[in-house]
């Protein structure tokens, strides 16, 4: 029968009293001013952006989901792995095609004993973790609510593990923040141990911009949330009505940097954070960025951090890549 689904909590429930506040500080205090796109995902965030992927001009969810449709029985035969920890798991939705090949009777190395899906949003995670539990009798789901930039040291060990961080998420870090990052992913695997890592692909400049200035406005309300989540936590009077979305293509560092604009002077408190912020009109936060990838740099920059990349896989497009790699 179905095993009850585990959920540990490295997470701070209440944000105000965790790293929300230091970023918030370090972040709208410094300059250029920046919120990190975390942040974006509380309930209403998370259900936006479950929205986003359903978008006709966002591509990245359906290139990603076509890859592994046609290719989870090869990655599940060409590694030797029995946990799949799955960072920033969502819905876990795309990871079912996975968890179907690494429970298939017919998998060389045997079924997939364990899944860890690790995320920062927990209504999400909880309803997640009770669906699979239900949906593969006899794996064990072993929830952590946690931040992948900071618990990686507390995942749980053992037992060959695959790290899978899907869906392109890597190319929200800045590069510095990125090679930390990777850095500390390598260190936190057992030689032996897997990366599934799925980026986003340098294209065509049209279609990167309407993938992030969809014509529904659904992004802009979503990455216009990251105000109404400062205001609610930390007690911050930003007006949303005051900015505008401003997305655009950054060529040399070939990203997608998505900002608010001030559209008239303010001065916004933010009593949580000890915090006056004073905007001038015309004045941007920098609230997310949507790295692209080549496959040149990828595999680089996994070499760089102690990976082996021994697979590759792009959807007919090539609009998308998976990439396999061993520690
Ligand atoms: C899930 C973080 C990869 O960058 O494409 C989508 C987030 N932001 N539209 C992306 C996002 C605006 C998405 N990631």
């Not at 997608?256 to 001065?267: N, T, Y």
Request: contains cysteine; proline residues 6%.
């Amino acid at each position: 029968g179905a095993l009850e689904p585990r959920v540990t909590v490295l997470l701070d429930p209440d944000w105000a009293s965790g790293s929300l506040v230091d970023d918030v500080r370090r972040g709208l205090g410094g300059r250029p001013r920046r919120l990190p796109p975390k942040w974006l995902y509380d309930d209403v965030g998370a259900r936006l952006f479950d929205e986003i992927t359903r978008l006709p001009e966002y591509y990245p969810t359906e290139a990603e989901r076509a890859i592994l449709a046609a290719h989870a029985d090869e990655i599940a035969a060409a590694c030797d792995a029995a946990t799949l920890v799955e960072l920033g798991s969502g819905t876990s939705d795309k990871t079912r095609t996975l968890l179907d090949a690494f429970r298939s009777a017919e998998r060389p190395h045997g079924p997939l004993r364990r899944f860890v899906p690790v995320d920062v949003s927990d209504a999400t995670l909880r309803q997640a973790a009770v669906m699979l539990s239900e949906r593969y009798p006899g794996m064990a789901v072993e929830a952590v609510v946690g931040d992948f930039t900071l618990h990686l040291g507390h995942l749980p060990r053992g037992d060959r593990r695959l790290v899978a961080f899907l869906g392109s998420t890597i190319g929200n870090f800045y590069v510095e923040e990125r090679r930390a990052f990777l850095g500390a992913l390598a260190d936190s695997l057992d030689p032996g141990e897997w990366l599934l890592l799925g980026t986003d692909l340098v294209k065509d400049v049209d279609r990167l911009v309407a993938a992030y200035d969809d014509s529904a406005g659904v992004t802009e309300a979503f990455i216009r949330n990251c105000l109404t989540v400062v205001n609610r936590e930390l007690g911050a009077d930003f007006d949303p009505g005051a900015f505008s979305y401003a997305p655009l293509w950054d060529a040399r560092m070939e990203r997608i940097d998505m900002r608010l604009r001030a559209e008239e002077p303010s001065v916004v408190r933010v009593p949580g954070a000890d915090l006056v912020v004073e905007l001038a009109t015309g004045e941007e936060l920098c609230v997310e960025i949507s790295t692209k990838f080549r496959p040149e740099g990828i595999a680089a920059e996994l070499a760089d951090a102690g990976f082996g990349v021994t697979h590759t896989w792009t959807d007919p497009a090539g609009d998308f890549a998976l990439t396999l790699a061993r520690r």
